[in-house]
């Protein structure tokens, strides 16, 4: 079943339905579903599509010009230029629309820096030809390249609140769990059988030895980094944690130069994420990393230590007394991973208390105490602070709650203070009204609710 996730077929069927030339960027991640999207896409559309390679521009030109003569005609024999490959793309759209797919784009613009100038040109052209471009792109271009184009078209994975649409039959910490090791993935979550519990499909997709996503992780970095050493020692130095680059030198011996460039190349990926506390600028000196990529988060943590084992055909052992034991771990990291989502969501329903700049996490010293605090649900504005608190238990909660709170207060002396609480059980009947007005209380129902399209 195909779901058209942010209305983007609707979307580019509606550009594509418009009578001039077009050019549109669609960017996305392994497994955010791209390659399902196009195939909707270009379902009775006369369409071309060429992947390009990694090589120099010679090659992907001439690897280009041969698929159009394939498929469109001789036109395209005598074509030497780029220029000369639009225009004969152009005359190939006269008659009827055409659909021109660059995948990997990145490889193409890199090595003939004009070729992106010419395609954004075709949207000003004063022209009978109807020639749709769709430039695939990886994600970790979006900030630096979308705000240059005219249309541009962001995959995403399911958050939460979707995925908890898409699977109905399971329990809240099913859902979590699927959640915390996918992250909302289209393309994982594919590989997880409905007939079995997660514990289970865990189980049969990563520690087996010949199973599809105990190979897809080490494939994938591979596959960018070829038998560099490097890129897994980062990722498994960080592990289920958000550290601090120089524990990542200390575990791998690497320098604080060399560690933020290849942490940079890893963010590129969609890999690894940097955070600063929400208060403080991007170039904050105390930033944290943190492997983003769900799957790569969980191989590292649960699979990576016990490769030998998985490999001498002992993993079903392994899940059961090292893994499953340990899964109340991940439980509550993706609570909290959930707890920002929903943030960011009620800020784009406005119903937010207040306009938030930063939504993540905040640490920093206590002015009295001497040590470092975290909190690990924190959202700023220009003169307010949101600060929240998640408590994953089957426990109804009452006003003592609050008190985790109490060691905060002092923290933000200048800001006026909002406190959220989440929860995956329940609040006691009339929290808020004790509590105050600047206390939101959130069961895990209700978060859904909230998010629910109406």
């Excluded at 960018?224 to 030198?249: A, K, T, V, W």
């Excluded at 002015?367 to 700023?380: C, D, G, H, N």
């Excluded at 003592?400 to 059980?425: C, I, M, N």
Aim: proline share 5%.
């Amino acid at each position: 079943m195909f779901i058209d996730k942010d209305q983007l077929l609707e979307k580019l069927n509606r550009l594509y339905s418009s009578a001039a030339s077009c050019c549109v960027s669609l960017y996305s991640y392994p497994g955010e579903g791209r390659t399902r999207l196009l195939k909707e896409f270009l379902k009775g559309k006369k369409a071309l599509f060429y992947k390009a390679s990694c090589v120099p521009w010679q090659e992907n030109f001439r690897l280009l010009r041969e698929l159009c003569l394939r498929s469109l005609g001789e036109d395209f024999a005598s074509v030497t230029r780029t220029s000369g490959l639009i225009k004969a793309l152009k005359k190939a759209s006269l008659t009827d629309p055409l659909v021109l797919v660059l995948d990997d784009f990145q490889y193409l613009s890199a090595r003939n820096r004009r070729l992106f100038t010419y395609l954004q040109d075709l949207e000003k052209e004063a022209s009978s030809s109807r020639l749709f471009v769709i430039l695939c792109k990886p994600s970790g271009l979006w900030e630096k390249e979308s705000p240059g184009e005219t249309s541009c078209f962001r995959l995403r994975s399911f958050h939460f609140f979707e995925l908890c649409r898409l699977y109905p039959e399971l329990s809240p910490m099913d859902r979590l769990l699927l959640y915390g090791v996918t992250g909302g993935n289209p393309g994982l979550l594919e590989h997880f059988s409905q007939e079995r519990s997660v514990e289970e499909n865990l189980e049969n997709l990563f520690f087996q030895e010949k199973s599809s996503l105990y190979r897809l992780v080490p494939e994938r970095l591979q596959r960018y980094y070829g038998n560099s050493p490097f890129m897994g020692g980062i990722l498994s130095s960080i592990g289920p944690d958000f550290r601090h680059l120089q524990e990542i030198c200390d575990k791998t011996g690497l320098t604080p130069s060399a560690a933020s460039s290849l942490l940079g190349s890893l963010e590129s990926h969609g890999l690894t994420r940097k955070l600063v506390p929400v208060t403080e600028a991007p170039s904050s000196r105390r930033a944290l990393y943190r492997i983003s990529d769900s799957a790569f988060r969980f191989w590292y943590t649960y699979v990576y230590p016990f490769q030998s084992e998985i490999e001498n055909a002992e993993g079903r052992d392994i899940f059961r007394r090292q893994v499953s034991p340990c899964l109340s771990s991940l439980l509550g990291s993706a609570f909290e991973d959930v707890c920002r989502d929903f943030l960011l969501l009620e800020q784009q329903l406005g119903c937010a208390p207040f306009p938030l700049d930063q939504v993540g996490m905040w640490w920093g010293q206590h002015p009295t105490k001497k040590r470092t605090e975290y909190l690990p649900i924190a959202a700023a504005g220009e003169d307010k602070i949101l600060l929240g608190a998640c408590f994953l238990t089957d426990d109804w909660l009452d006003a003592d709650a609050l008190s985790v709170f109490q060691k905060h207060a002092g923290l933000f002396p200048d800001r006026e203070k909002w406190y959220y609480l989440f929860s995956t059980s329940d609040f006691v009947a009339g929290f808020e009204t004790i509590s105050g007005s600047h206390v939101r209380a959130f069961s895990l129902e209700k978060m859904c609710q909230a998010i629910s399209p109406s």
